[in-house]
């Protein structure tokens, strides 16, 4: 190593960084059983396979002028070749604000697929840790991206991966789906990690006409068989917790549920508003809001206090399966 001067590294996120010549130690290139260390085997490699750029961590940056030195000498001794632009991007770091580890966090997009993720969403996302459109746009495409990323762009700062911000731009770009294309999505994704309700429940007539009403809520496509699996009678179970607070502490719940039984029953046609006009009497002759008188209706045949809209879901649930599930909800009651 001269002892004198400095070496240069012309980075493209950072700048000219420089670095004092007699900071760098005499480094070894080679082991004494002749193998090659990585700072002389990266130079070789790089000038052998014409790399254009060098794209790595900051981590890497201190060691970047040995590899500078090397390219010189090389080129010295043998046919010039020229050096590689190279640039030194930020680190990821967690909520705790610590580097992204593979043994500590999860960092394989495999498990973000399992999740339901989607791909287009996951690379919008990413592509924001540490750079930003022109525009200032949070939402584009993959053509945009190629069109507007500059590595002189990207930021030095360590880019915070926030999960929860991952999944708001996943809610987005589900609910931007077509209906058709996101029940696609949902059975592609239920055969690739095999989902507990199969593939067969997302070609359903059922399931299509609840699809839009399904894409509004969910924000990952995992999600997607908690808000359905009440169509599929040898799935359906109604929660404990959810039926001890609807129904079982609720004095009138036995009194609502017989009601909507009996009067869902005369209903000459089974449609979402004749079954909410129903409910609504009932629920004023309990002296009730509609939203209270209709939580142990809900528990009873959906089996949770939360999901999809009631009565759109009785619609699609059927006469039958409807007052069958009431009916087994006032048997607990009794």
Do not use: C
Not at 22 to 47: H, Q
Not at 134 to 161: I, K, T, Y
Not at 260 to 280: C, I, M
């Amino acid at each position: 190593m001269p002892r004198d001067g400095v070496t240069v590294v012309h980075d493209l996120v950072r700048g000219d960084v420089e670095f004092a010549n007699s900071t760098i130690e005499d480094f070894v290139v080679v082991k004494s059983n002749g193998d090659a260390l990585f700072v002389l085997a990266v130079v070789v490699d790089d000038r052998d396979m014409a790399i254009s750029h060098v794209i790595r961590s900051e981590e890497h940056l201190p060691t970047t002028p040995k590899a500078v030195l090397l390219w010189e000498a090389l080129n010295a001794a043998g046919p010039a070749v020229e050096l590689p632009a190279f640039a030194h991007l930020p680190v990821l770091v967690n909520e705790k604000r610590q580097k992204i580890s593979k043994r500590r966090d999860r960092v394989a997009l495999e498990d973000y697929e399992a999740d339901g993720f989607l791909p287009e969403a996951m690379a919008n996302y990413l592509s924001l840790l540490g750079w930003s459109p022109p525009s200032g746009e949070e939402f584009f495409s993959l053509d945009d991206l190629v069109r507007d990323f500059r590595l002189e762009d990207v930021n030095h700062s360590p880019a915070f991966f926030d999960n929860q911000r991952l999944a708001h731009f996943n809610g987005v770009y589900v609910r931007a789906l077509a209906d058709e294309e996101f029940t696609a999505r949902v059975r592609e994704w239920a055969e690739q990690t095999g989902d507990g309700l199969g593939t067969a429940p997302y070609s359903t007539a059922a399931f299509a006409l609840l699809a839009p009403l399904v894409k509004e809520r969910v924000t990952t496509l995992a999600e997607v068989p908690g808000y359905v699996s009440f169509l599929f009678a040898g799935r359906f179970e109604v929660e404990e917790a959810s039926f001890e607070k609807a129904i079982g502490r609720d004095a009138m719940a036995p009194s609502i549920l017989t009601a909507a039984r009996e009067r869902f029953a005369g209903l000459t046609e089974w449609t979402a508003a004749g079954l909410k006009e129903v409910l609504e009497a009932i629920a004023a002759e309990h002296e009730r809001k509609l939203a209270k008188a209709q939580a142990p209706v809900r528990v009873a045949t959906l089996g949770r206090s939360v999901g999809l809209p009631l009565f759109e879901s009785l619609e699609v649930l059927g006469r039958n399966e409807t007052l069958g599930r009431l009916e087994r909800a006032l048997e607990r009651t009794r």
